[in-house]
C-alpha cells in the first residue's frame, strides 16, 4: 500500500507572520502531518526562530517544541539556517519527548547525523540539493539531461549516509527527476508549493512530502485525490 503524500506547513502559513507563534499554533490545529520552522543561534547562544536573524523577541525553539510535544501526531521540520546545530535540537527535542517527530533541512551535515547514534535514531532528514550539487539553479537551465546528473549525485550522499528523502524548490522538480529518485530508493520533499494546480500535479506525481504556505487548500485537494 502506498504511503500518503505528507503536508508540511510552511513557516508563515496562511497569512500568520513567519516564525511566530501565531505561526506553530495555528499549524498545531490543523491536520497537517508536519510544521516547518527556520532555527538559528542568537546572539545570547540560545537557539530561536529566525530565517536571516534571530534576538530576543524571537520564540526560542525550547518553547516551540513544547508546543508540539502536546501533539503526538504532529512532526517539526527544523530548516537549520547555521551550521552545527544538529545535536543541540536533536538534544532539545528529545528533552520535549519528540523521539522520531524531528525532521532536518536546510544546513544539514548528512555525515554528522549518520556517524552520530542519537541523531540518526532522532531525526529523518530532508537532504536539501542544493547543498550538494554547485550551481544548481543556472545549470537546470543550461545543461541538457542537468536533472539527471543531480539526481546522480544526490542519489550517492544518500545511499552513503542513510538518507532517504531530497528536499527541492518545487520550480526544479520534473517527473522524470521524480522517478529517477524513486527508482534508487530515495523520496522527494517539494518546497514550497502554493498553487492549487501545482499542488494537483505533486498529489499525482508521488512525491513523499509538500511542504506548503497554503496547507489547507493542500489537504483539501489531498482528500479529493484520495477518493478518486
Known sequence: MEQMIKITAHSGAEHTADNSLDFVR????????????????????????????????????????????AHPS??????????????????????????GRLIFSGTVDAAVCAADPLLHE??????????????????????PDFELQAAAKITAVCKQYGVRTVNINHVLVTRRLVQTLAQEGVGLSAWTVNEASELRWFLANGVRNITTREPSLALALRGEAIQV
Do not use: F, W
Open 74 to 99: 504532529m512532526c517539526i521540520n527544523c530548516d537549520l539556517k547555521m551550521p552545527g546545530l544538529e545535536r543541540e535540537v536533536a538534544a532539545l527535542a528529545q528533552q520535549a519527548g519528540l523521539v
Open 122 to 143: 532522532q531525526a529523518e532528514i530532508y537532504l536539501n540539493i542544493e547543498e550538494y550539487v554547485p550551481d544548481l539553479y543556472v545549470s537546470y537551465r543550461n545543461i
Open 26 to 69: 495555528y499549524a498545531l490545529e490543523l491536520a497537517v502531518d508536519a510544521l516547518e520552522v527556520d532555527v538559528r543561534r542568537r546572539a545570547d547562544g540560545v537557539l530561536a526562530l529566525g530565517h536571516d536573524a534571530a534576538d530576543g523577541q524571537s520564540p526560542t525553539l525550547e518553547e516551540v517544541l513544547g508546543l508540539v510535544a
